[in-house]
């Protein structure tokens, strides 16, 4: 099987060309190729499929096989791969996801897609839609309890369910302990990505992550598009931030008149590769 690993802001993913590769068990394939020790490495599979409604189809799955909805990161990295690689020549292109079309605006240089950015549709904020059972009609600095200590969440579906916690300083958090407990809560059906934010000022933020079905990540899309929701809704930010990641920073702007997140960031190629498949 031929692939390309590519990040954006270190949130890392396999990608193979599914316009000429076929991949008959993804969510295997997932687990076999995430692990970085007996694999290649990364936060998991991304597969570019063609599309009937869209110029390509995303299809994403974690690192434990589980197939995920959309990643932000993700997205802006098919962008770099199809113009990158010859598979088109436009600069604005459409990607179908589970989480509904993406409209992607490509900044090109010298041949090579340098920045990408990404209407990413509007959030959603119904508790039954993210989801999310806490008996409120909103979910905006609701408290619940985690692990024997109470926060206070927002919750946002960006095509992935999101947990965002207001918290003092992300470099003391113990991600490993509270991810899990958060990802796991009953409060979660389908479980939860968990995105742990410290406010330096209006425009500026910090944001550790712990993505359901991969872990603490470098960078997590979604996560930050959700952040932006937060932030606003909670009166903390100005609509347009930076959120700075673990990996890198990415420019956020929730755009209220029109009820859209737009998320600008960089992607990168880290290498091509073959790798045979034990089964």
């Not at 434990?64 to 932000?72: A, F, L, N, R, T």
């Not at 920045?115 to 839609?129: N, S, T, Y």
């Not at 095509?159 to 899990?180: C, R």
């Not at 930010?237 to 673990?246: A, K, Y």
């Amino acid at each position: 099987m031929k692939f390309t690993k590519m990040h954006g802001c270190g949130n890392d993913y396999i990608y193979v060309n599914c316009l000429e590769e076929t991949v008959e068990d993804p969510e295997r394939t997932a687990v076999y190729v995430s692990d970085r020790h007996f694999g290649i490495g990364s936060d998991g599979l991304i597969l570019i499929h063609p599309s009937q409604v869209a110029d390509f189809r995303m299809a994403m799955y974690n690192a434990d096989g589980s197939e995920g909805k959309m990643c932000g990161n993700g997205v802006r990295c098919i962008a770099k791969y199809v113009y990158d690689y010859g598979l088109t020549d436009k600069k604005q292109i459409a990607i179908e996801t589970l989480g509904g079309i993406k409209y992607l605006d490509l900044t090109v240089e010298d041949g090579k897609v340098v920045q990408v950015k990404v209407d990413m549709g509007a959030p959603i904020l119904e508790p039954e839609r993210i989801p999310v059972k806490l008996g409120v009609d909103r979910c905006v600095n609701e408290p619940m309890t985690v692990g024997g200590k109470e926060y206070q969440i927002t919750a946002v579906s960006m095509g992935n369910p999101h947990a965002v916690v207001f918290v003092e300083d992300t470099d003391s958090l113990a991600l490993d302990v509270i991810g899990p407990e958060f990802e796991h809560h009953e409060v979660f059906p389908d479980r939860i990505n968990t995105e742990f934010v410290q406010v330096l000022n209006r425009k500026e933020v910090n944001m550790r992550v712990w993505e359901r079905g991969s872990g603490e990540t470098l960078a997590c899309g979604t996560g930050t598009c959700a952040t932006v929701v937060a932030c606003v809704l909670n009166g903390l930010t100005e609509d347009e931030i930076t959120v700075h990641l673990l990996g890198g920073d990415l420019l956020l702007h929730y755009d209220r008149e029109r009820n859209t997140v737009w998320m600008t960031g960089p992607a990168a190629v880290v290498c091509d590769g073959e790798i045979s498949l034990p089964w």
